[in-house]
């Protein structure tokens, strides 16, 4: 073989090598986020069975971030968001109701309290608004079933029929982690014993403590079990702060449900995340 068939054939193996290589490279930079979240929940256990015993007893819409196609929702408008981000306060002084006629869903008193407006996660360098959401309605095999939406924008959605901040009762807030600002990006990051503080309307902050990190598997399961799932987002007894995303990153798969209590009084919020 002479020198010049030698040259290019040995440009061809350097060139296919090189081109592998970039390959797997970028290969890797797509999946990195996602075998990340999976890396530090390896420890976390996919949860089968429900702790939460609800007080009162109402009906509660599922969890965000369904799969379902959006031409399939019915009965409720999309959720839309006001430019500011402003939450309107929920009343209180009567029962709050959302449902369609044919299907009720959950009556009963909001309790008293204040309305969370703001979300400091130090731990993973987390500050967002807060910003009420409802549900609306979509067909899962058939059945008419209400299903919790998500801010589309990077805002943490507080589900307007949960507790409000310094109450007991279960709190909810849901974001997404992949889309729309991914606010709940990091959150597989946080571990037992982060801290979490919530700024109310009043101009007070309340902070909670993280005493659960759950995984749920939820894509491609049965109604009865999605339904068993959102167990966690109904009201409870004690006072409790509940925020739920997708996992892993780029992914439906899972339900990740991060539990809080509160730890300390509420406090002016000028010290909040000091130094950034």
């Known amino acids: 073989m002479d020198k010049k068939r030698l040259r290019f054939v040995n440009l061809l193996a350097w060139g296919g090598a090189g081109l592998l290589l970039a390959g797997i490279a970028l290969g890797y930079l797509g999946l990195a986020p996602q075998l990340d979240a999976l890396f530090h929940t390896s420890d976390v256990a996919p949860v089968t069975t429900v702790v939460v015993t609800p007080t009162p007893e109402v009906i509660v819409p599922l969890l965000p971030f369904q799969e379902e196609a959006p031409s399939r929702q019915i009965g409720v408008p999309e959720v839309t968001l006001a430019p500011e981000m402003t939450p309107r306060p929920t009343p209180t002084d009567v029962p709050f109701t959302q449902s369609e006629e044919t299907t009720p869903v959950a009556t009963y008193t909001l309790p008293e309290g204040v309305v969370p407006v703001r979300l400091f996660i130090p731990d993973i360098d987390l500050e967002a608004p807060i910003v009420p959401i409802r549900w609306k309605y979509i067909e ?137």
């Open 140 to 276: 899962i095999a058939g059945v008419k079933q209400p299903i919790w939406d998500v801010p589309n924008q990077r805002a943490a959605g507080w589900h307007e029929t949960s507790a409000k901040i310094g109450v007991p009762g279960n709190t909810v807030l849901n974001g997404h982690n992949t889309s729309n600002g991914e606010v709940f990006r990091y959150l597989y990051k946080l571990n037992v014993g982060a801290t979490i503080m919530v700024e109310a309307d009043n101009g007070a902050t309340y902070t909670y403590t993280v005493t659960e990190r759950l995984i749920l598997p939820e894509a491609g399961r049965s109604l009865e079990v999605r339904i068993q799932n959102a167990q966690y987002i109904l009201p409870t007894a004690d006072e409790r702060l509940t925020l739920v995303t997708c996992h892993p990153y780029n992914s439906l798969a899972n339900r990740l449900l991060i539990i809080a209590h509160p730890v300390a009084l509420p406090t002016a919020p000028s010290a909040l995340m000091e130094g950034d």
